[in-house]
């Protein structure tokens, strides 16, 4: 990739950040209440909660790029983004499930359904671009994360 072909590039990082940014939004005026919430050992401090989410969107985002601009069958590339359109909007409804809706025990069997659609969205990117399912890894590895800490809080808050 030698060229970045700017309006699909920043587009996708409009589309995953952006729905980061509003999930922030729907549920900020909550967030005070998982901060205040009995939280497990390994709870990382609330500063970073942003800037992880951030860097993970952009990874995302980037990925979803290298999708976009692939020379793949339109059907294998229409497959891998709109599983991944999918996963982000359970993601999505995550934040407002967990933080709006204080479900903690339905937030954590989400977050089930969102490793899956995660994986699944995974699997179809490296159909395509093994690099495009690699920028994935680490947002799997922090909703893996987030299964704990919410799994957790639902424990003690129960």
């Known amino acids: 990739m030698n060229n970045i072909q700017l309006k699909p590039f920043f587009a996708c990082l409009f589309v995953s950040v952006g729905?980061?940014?509003?999930?922030?939004?729907?549920?900020?005026s909550t967030l005070d209440l998982y901060l205040g919430a009995a939280r497990p050992a390994l709870f990382p401090p609330a500063f970073l909660f942003p800037l992880i989410w951030g860097v993970l969107f952009m990874l995302a985002g980037f990925g979803?790029?290298?999708?976009?601009i692939s020379g793949a069958e339109?059907?294998?590339?229409?497959?891998?983004?709109?599983?991944?359109?999918l996963q982000l909007a359970a993601g999505f409804m995550w934040s407002i499930i967990f933080f709006n809706l204080r479900s903690f025990g339905f937030a954590s069997i989400w977050l089930?359904?969102?490793?899956?659609?995660?994986?699944?969205?995974?699997?179809?990117?490296?159909?395509?671009?093994?690099?495009?399912?690699?920028?994935?890894?680490?947002?799997?590895?922090?909703?893996?994360?987030?299964?704990?800490?919410?799994?957790a809080v639902w424990l003690r808050s129960a």
């Open 64 to 68: 979803l790029y290298l999708i976009f």
């Open 19 to 28: 729905t980061g940014v509003l999930a922030t939004l729907f549920t900020k």
């Open 112 to 151: 089930v359904l969102m490793l899956g659609l995660l994986l699944y969205t995974m699997h179809t990117f490296r159909r395509i671009s093994c690099t495009a399912a690699l920028l994935l890894i680490p947002y799997l590895l922090w909703i893996l994360f987030t299964g704990y800490l919410s799994f």
């Open 74 to 85: 339109t059907r294998l590339r229409s497959a891998a983004i709109d599983s991944y359109m």
